[in-house]
């Protein structure tokens, strides 16, 4: 079957503008969480959709958005770009409510910020 | 921020050696996943261990937990060049809302052909 599928792969974008990341999980899983990767600060939790249903957030600031529709495709929002935001962002998708199992990742979408 | 600390942060050893990962961790959790990280790509999931499990074993991977010292090991054994990638360690927490998974830093391992 179909891993999960993050677009885009790759994205530059100049500081200020916004970005929307997009994940398709594996068939059948409802629950979607994204993470961000940096050197510095390694993985670090954003969010968890459940049912279009935000049930946890990370500690990021309000630039950071998502949501989830109705086939649990998710979306990620990050507004006014700052050079930081750059980093490897990923999905993540489980068929176990409240992470009693392990978690599919896609490949990611690699954000630079110039 | 990390809750987990893995050690050692690099190994490199030879091909057909065993490779052995630390994590610990820092507040209860529901249970324990190692991952496999390839240069920049997504995570795989290698194996999960449940808060009421002591030793699991995967082919060629052997993970323990010990709830009383919060930690966890990872066991690759007779390593291949293929192994060579991150590995971390991540801690599932269930909150009174949703869930999450909260990583190591990463053991970054090389195994030299």
């Known amino acids: 079957k179909a891993g999960v599928t993050q677009t885009p792969r790759y994205l530059i974008k100049t500081r200020g503008q916004q970005v929307t990341l997009s994940c398709s999980p594996i068939?059948?899983?409802?629950?979607v969480s994204w993470y961000q990767q940096t050197p510095g600060q390694g993985l670090q939790f954003l969010f968890e959709y459940f049912s279009e249903t935000q049930r946890n957030k990370g500690n990021f600031p309000g630039r950071f958005s998502g949501r989830q529709f109705s086939n649990s495709r998710s979306e990620m929002n990050v507004s006014t770009l700052e050079l930081g935001d750059s980093a490897l962002y990923l999905c993540?998708?489980?068929?176990?409510?409240?992470?009693?199992?392990?978690?599919?990742f896609g490949s990611g979408t690699r954000l630079t910020v110039v | 921020s990390q809750q987990g600390e893995e050690d050692p942060q690099a190994l490199s050893i030879q091909e057909g050696e065993n490779a052995t990962m630390n994590c610990s961790y820092k507040?209860?959790?529901?249970?324990l996943q190692w991952y496999r990280q390839n240069s920049g790509r997504g995570l795989v999931h290698l194996i999960l261990i449940r808060s009421n499990e002591r030793e699991k074993h995967s082919g060629r991977l052997r993970v323990t937990l010990d709830t009383s010292k919060k930690s966890s090991s990872l066991l690759i054994t007779a390593s291949r060049a293929a192994d060579t990638a991150s590995y971390f360690c991540a801690t599932a927490h269930q909150e009174t809302s949703g869930s999450r998974l909260t990583f190591g830093e990463g053991t970054q391992l090389t195994v030299n052909p």
């Open positions: 507040t209860s959790i529901n249970n």
């Open positions: 993540a998708s489980s068929r176990h409510d409240r992470g009693l199992g392990g978690y599919t």
């Open positions: 068939s059948g899983h409802r629950s």
